[in-house]
């Protein structure tokens, strides 16, 4: 059964530091990827996809991410992180057209002044 | 942003109770989704449906019934609330399985 790993709980990053946020997939096709943020209090929203092509893909806030398939890995990154970025970040994954999403478990990202 | 609301947003229940949670969307989307989200578990998969009166179960669809009469609106019920079943619930809707979900602002569910 597909599964997707979210191996950090929590990551704390100065302001105006680089973040990277690690995700993992357990499963041999190319799955469709997604990384959703959850700002406190709230539901959550899109930040970028991947379904194929270019493996680097840019997303909304300033975010990227790059699908690794010798490594089954999504992170997703951004050079500079602004208190604002501080919530939780979910990876998931489809592992083709007609399965449904499964969520991560969530990094929560924390953000020093 | 896609127009989804979720009622009520807040609910104390105690267990035994049925509950209903409603979820309403005006973008036409096909599909929608329960999922419930506890700390350590994420987002779970509760029911989804893919069209009006098609539903299919998730991952953690025990104790939870939908139904979907008309494309905007979706329904969950908790037949007889446990307190296992306190937990905030989120619904959301897209166009097509593998398409954006848009999430709603959840419900906060206590279930005494």
């Known amino acids: 059964a597909q599964s997707v790993t979210q191996p950090d709980i929590h990551i704390t990053v100065s302001e105006g530091a680089s973040l990277e946020l690690r995700c993992n997939y357990s499963y041999g096709a190319t799955p469709y990827l997604f990384w959703y943020v959850q700002s406190p209090g709230q539901g959550l929203q899109l930040l970028l996809k991947y379904f194929s092509g270019d493996t680097l893909v840019q997303g909304i806030k300033g975010f990227e991410a790059e699908f690794k398939r010798s490594q089954s890995s999504f992170n997703l990154r951004k050079p500079s992180v602004h208190w604002s970025d501080a919530a939780e970040y979910f990876c998931?994954?489809?592992?083709?057209?007609?399965?449904?999403?499964?969520f991560g478990k969530g990094t929560r990202l924390h953000i020093l002044p | 942003d896609a127009g989804i609301t979720q009622s009520p947003r807040h609910k104390v229940t105690e267990t035994g109770t049925p509950v209903t949670l409603r979820c309403h969307q005006t973008e036409n989307h096909r599909y929608m989704y329960w999922y419930r989200q506890d700390p350590g578990h994420g987002l779970r998969l509760i029911h989804y449906s893919y069209g009006v009166k098609d539903t299919d179960k998730g991952e953690v669809s025990d104790g939870y019934s939908v139904s979907r009469s008309k494309t905007e609106d979706f329904l969950l019920t908790l037949e007889s609330a446990t307190s296992s079943q306190t937990s905030v619930y989120f619904c959301a809707s897209s166009a097509g399985q593998q398409e954006t979900q848009y999430f709603g602002p959840g419900t906060r569910l206590l279930v005494l």
């Open positions: 998931a994954v489809a592992m083709n057209r007609d399965d449904k999403i499964i």
